[in-house]
C-alpha cells in the first residue's frame, strides 16, 4: 500500500481545507489535496474524504461545504486541519459567512452537495458551487509527502 502512496504523491497538488456546519452549529473541516473543478456549466467542484474520518458523518448530513485554497504561507492550517482536535476552528480566522470559510486563503467556494458517490475506502463529495471569491497570490503545493514552494522567476541577461 505504501508504494502506491508514494506513487501517487508524485503528482503535485494544491491544499485546501473543506469545512462544513450543520443547522444545529456542530462544525468540521480537513485538509485535502483532492479537490478538482468539474464542470464549468453548470459549475461543479469534487473532493474525496476517507471513510474513517470521524467527521464524515458530519459532511454527510450538513448538505453544503466550503473549500478553503490555502496560499503559500498557510501551511500552518493545513497541519491544523489534518489532525484531530476538539476544536480545529479555535483561534482561526474566519469570514463571517454561514458557513466557516477561513481568512487570508486565495479562493473560496461555498457548495451545495449535489452527490455523494462511493470511491473505495473514500467518499466522493461532488458540489454544486453557490458562491466563490478569489485573490491573488502562490498557492500551498504538496509533493512526494512535503509542501513545496514555487521558485521566483529566473531571469537571464536581465530579461523576464
Known sequence: MR???EAFGQF???VAVITTAT???ERAGVTVNSFTSVSLDPPLALWCLSNRAPSAPLFLRAGRFA????AADQDHLSRRFATPSADKFAGVDLVPAPLP???GTLASFVCRTERVHDGGDHHIFVGA???YHRT???PLVFHSGRYRE??????VDGAA
Do not use: C, H, Q
Open 12 to 14: 503535485a497538488t494544491g
Open 23 to 25: 443547522a444545529g452549529g
Open 129 to 131: 458551487v453557490e458562491r
Open 3 to 5: 508504494p502506491l502512496r
Open 136 to 138: 491573488e497570490g502562490e
Open 150 to 155: 514555487f521558485w521566483p522567476e529566473l531571469t
Open 101 to 103: 470559510i477561513l481568512a
Open 67 to 70: 473549500v478553503n485554497i490555502l
